[in-house]
Structures are given as C-alpha cells and as structure tokens.
C-alpha cells in the first residue's frame, strides 16, 4: 500500500533515493496501471515469512504467481476506494 501512496501522490516530495525510484516507475508506466495486491495473495511477501527454501520453492503462488493473473482482467481483485494519505511521520518524505 506505501508504494502505490507513494507512485499515486502528486503533492508531496520524497528523499533522493525514494523520488528516484518513483520518477523510474512513474516514466516507464502510469499509475493507474498499478494494483493493490493483498499479502495472501502477493508471491513477494512468502520471502519475508518464515519459509524454507523448499517450501518456498515448492510454492505454486511463488512460481506461477497469484492465481487471479491467470484469469481475465476484469476478474481481478479491485484496488480499494482510497489509499489513505502519506503518513506526516514517513521518513522518506521531504519537509516543506
């Protein structure tokens, strides 16, 4: 969810590193292309959980990826309403 407030905000400025990793998402596509995917259906987040590498290996989510890609785009799941707002307290944003 940080990274699509982060690639959708169109107000705030961000640190170096984050804004130059943004300006590579926002040139090479739009944002509207982007979709939430919640973490019991995102591959990415199996490797930040206490898996083995067998486990993880033998994950048909981690090789194929989440099972609605399979399907016709308009079968997937919706990104919700709002994103919310940046946190104040993100530390990857820039004080006015």
């Known amino acids: 969810m940080s990274v699509l407030r982060s690639v ?6 961000f640190h170096t590193f984050v804004a130059n990793r943004v300006s590579v998402i926002r040139d090479s596509s739009t944002s509207s292309l982007w979709q939430f995917v919640d973490g019991s259906t995102n591959p990415g987040d199996l490797a930040s959980r206490p898996l083995s590498a067998e486990t993880l ?5 981690w ?7 399979w399907r016709p785009e308009a079968d997937w799941p919706q990104n919700p309403v709002s994103f ?7 530390h990857e944003m820039k004080s006015d």
């Open 63 to 69: 090789l194929m990826g989440p099972e609605f890609l």
């Open 8 to 13: 959708k905000n169109e107000t705030k400025r």
């Open 84 to 90: 919310g707002n940046i946190p104040v307290e993100d």
């Open 57 to 61: 290996l033998s994950s048909k989510q």
